[in-house]
Each structure stands twice: as structure tokens, then as C-alpha cells.
């Protein structure tokens, strides 16, 4: 890997970083707060949050196997993949590699950061090969996405290729897990310490059922880290927030059992969609969607919207043609998308 010196803009790598209130005492024993310009009234609102999220950090890090200071906590794991352009991605000059199809927002970000992104291909089955990602570099690339499970195809990718990667590529190897509860395959949470140049991305918006809230996580080395927090918003996660995902992280065992119900449901909704005269194929899946096939996606979706039943039209999407990305709802809901879709007649 190259240093982290090397891989860091210039600019944020010599930055010091805004000091809040917050950040100057943070200790519990003081009872009269008159440092932060804050409103003594309407409690416990009118405080800052903290900055670093330390209590949220602290029931996250055994959960997930890591030390606290190994994560980094923003606004929805988007909040994060645009930190990592603006850490390491000079404007005009470097460039980003990604697998695709993928998700969008990791083009929309190096656009809006004026750097170049490259989309690597994947193959018939939606693999990945590190030799194809690896032939896209040049000595701009700072950071290559990897999306495991990935959206819109559902399926992960192959871990020797994701290790190969790692090995084998100089700069940052992002791995976005927002769908890693869904999949029986291990994180590679538990790499972190082997990769110095690994950041997995993980959300709380999926299985944890807290899409709202706004809240995403990104672990990686504690030097990365550190550049993250040099260069976010001073309280970029919310009191109301903080305490939400508290709440959740007390009861993981509400969200296994979603889990459950929902890889069940995805079971039978993909045994049962395969078999109407209107599904082509459905794809193999480890999120908690899966991607069909279809006669005429445009015309089925734009059906299944007369019928107040919404579904993603990936038509347009490369390796995608035909192909609507269906999230699995509760029993009810996927039963009402197979009875609309069991109606539609295939001359
Ligand atoms: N990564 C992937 C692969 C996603 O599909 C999404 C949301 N659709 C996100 C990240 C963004 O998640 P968040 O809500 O945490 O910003």
C-alpha cells in the first residue's frame, strides 16, 4: 500500500480541524455548561451532541467485533462514501475504479468531486475478476468500490477476487456491506487489522430497519478514521439519532428476527415469481432483494404502478436489460405484487 501520506489530499492531510466546544471538554464531572453558546433551556435538546458518538461507538464495537476507534459514524454510509472522495480524491487529477453494475451514489459522488470514476464491467454472472479492476488503474487511482452483496444484482462477490484485490491494489479498497446481514457469507470486518488499506461500509438503513434515522457506518484503521473525523461536519450525527441507535443496539434480537422472516419471504417470493408466464428468470440473491427478469420490464412496471405496487425498473442498467430489482416487503405486500404480476397475460 502506498503510505497514507501519499494516498490524502494534500489539503486535508496538512488541515486542522475546526475544535467544537465539545471537543475541547468532554468530560462528565462539570454540572454549569456556558462554553457552546447553547440555550440553558428545553432540554435535552438545546445541547450538542457528541461529536465522536462515543456511547453509540462503545455497544457497536463488541457487536461488530472491532475497537471504537475503528469507526467511523455519519449521516447514512452516503455520508461516508463522499468523505472518502473528499479525504483522497484531488479534484481533476485522480481518478476511482468500481464494478458495474453498482451502486449509483459512488458515480454520483466522484461527479460532484470532480473526479474521474471508471466502471469496470462484471461478467455474465455478475463476478468480479481483480485482473479486470486491476487493468483499469493508473498511478491517479486512490479507490476502488466493491459492493458485496451488490445492488442492483443482489449477488456478493467472490472473496478470492475481493483478497486479491487487496493484496495486489496500492490504494483504498472500499467494500460496501450495506447488505451483509442478508448473506450468509462472513464480513470482512473481520480482515480489518490484516488490510491496512480495507474500509467496509455498513448501514443501519436495511436489516436494522432504520433507513430515517440516517445513520451508516465505516471501519477501517484507526489512521483512516482519524482523517475522517478531521474532515466531517463537527456533529454530523444527531442527539435524536444517537439515542435512536441506542435503542436498537439493545435489542439485536428484533432485528435477527426480521432478518429471518425476510430471508424466508425471499424464498418463497422467488419460488413463486419464477413460475408465472411473466418472469424470464430470477437471479441468485444474498440482500434482501432480488433482481427477475422479465417480458417487457417498462411495461410491467409501469402496470405494477397502476396498481400502487412499486418495484425498481433497472431496464436501463447496464448487464440489466428487462430486469426489475424487487425489495422483499411483509407477506402481505409480496402477496399483493404476485397477484398483480399472476395477472398478466404473455401472448
Ligand atoms: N450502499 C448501498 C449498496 C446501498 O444500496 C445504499 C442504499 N440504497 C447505501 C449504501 C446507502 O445507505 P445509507 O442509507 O446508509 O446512506
Redesign the pocket.
Given at each position: 500500500m502506498r503510505s497514507l501520506k501519499e494516498l490524502t489530499r494534500p489539503n486535508i492531510w496538512a488541515l486542522k480541524p475546526y475544535s467544537s466546544a465539545r471537543d475541547e471538554y468532554s468530560g462528565a464531572d462539570a454540572s454549569v455548561f456556558l462554553d457552546a453558546n447553547e440555550n440553558p433551556y428545553n432540554t435535552p435538546n438545546n445541547r450538542y451532541p457528541d461529536p465522536l458518538q462515543r456511547e453509540l461507538k462503545s455497544l457497536l464495537a463488541p457487536l461488530k467485533g472491532v475497537k471504537e476507534e475503528n469507526i467511523f459514524l455519519g449521516?447514512?454510509?452516503?455520508?461516508a462514501?463522499d468523505l472518502i472522495f473528499r479525504a483522497f480524491c484531488q479534484p481533476g487529477v485522480d481518478n476511482v475504479v468500481a464494478i458495474e453494475p453498482?451502486?449509483g451514489?459512488y458515480k454520483v459522488c466522484a461527479e460532484v468531486n470532480d473526479v474521474e470514476y471508471r466502471p469496470m464491467l462484471l461478467d455474465v454472472y455478475y463476478q468480479m475478476k481483480a485482473s479486470a479492476l486491476l487493468s483499469a488503474i493508473d498511478e491517479y487511482t486512490k479507490v476502488m468500490f466493491v459492493?458485496s452483496p451488490?445492488?442492483p444484482t443482489g449477488n456478493s462477490m467472490c472473496r478470492k477476487e475481493i483478497d486479491s484485490l487487496l493484496k495486489r491494489f496500492d490504494g483504498l479498497v472500499v467494500v460496501?456491506e450495506?447488505?451483509i446481514d442478508f448473506s450468509d457469507l462472513p464480513s470482512l470486518l473481520a480482515d480489518l487489522d490484516k488490510y491496512p488499506n480495507l474500509i467496509v461500509?455498513q448501514?443501519?438503513?436495511?436489516a436494522w430497519g432504520n433507513?430515517a434515522i440516517?445513520?451508516?457506518m465505516a471501519f477501517a484503521s484507526p489512521e483512516i478514521i482519524a482523517i475522517f473525523n478531521k474532515i466531517k461536519y463537527p456533529y454530523n450525527v444527531n442527539r435524536l439519532t444517537q439515542e435512536e441507535a441506542i435503542k436498537c443496539l439493545q435489542q439485536p434480537e428484533k432485528v435477527q428476527a426480521w432478518v429471518n422472516t425476510l430471508l424466508e419471504e425471499r424464498a418463497r417470493v422467488m419460488e413463486e415469481i419464477v413460475k408465472l408466464p411473466c418472469c424470464i428468470r430470477v437471479f441468485p440473491t444474498d440482500a434482501n432483494f432480488f433482481l427477475a427478469k422479465v417480458y417487457e420490464a417498462t411495461q410491467i412496471y409501469d402496470y405494477l404502478v397502476s396498481e400502487g405496487i412499486i418495484v425498481r425498473n433497472r431496464t436501463n442498467v447496464a448487464l440489466c436489460s428487462d430486469c426489475l430489482r424487487i425489495t422483499i416487503g411483509t407477506k402481505e405486500e409480496n402477496d399483493a405484487l404476485l397477484e398483480a404480476l399472476s395477472k398478466i397475460e404473455i401472448e
Open positions: 449521516n447514512g454510509s452516503d455520508e462514501i453498482t451502486y451514489m459492493c451488490n445492488n460496501d450495506a447488505y461500509l448501514t443501519f438503513s436495511k433507513a440516517r445513520l451508516g
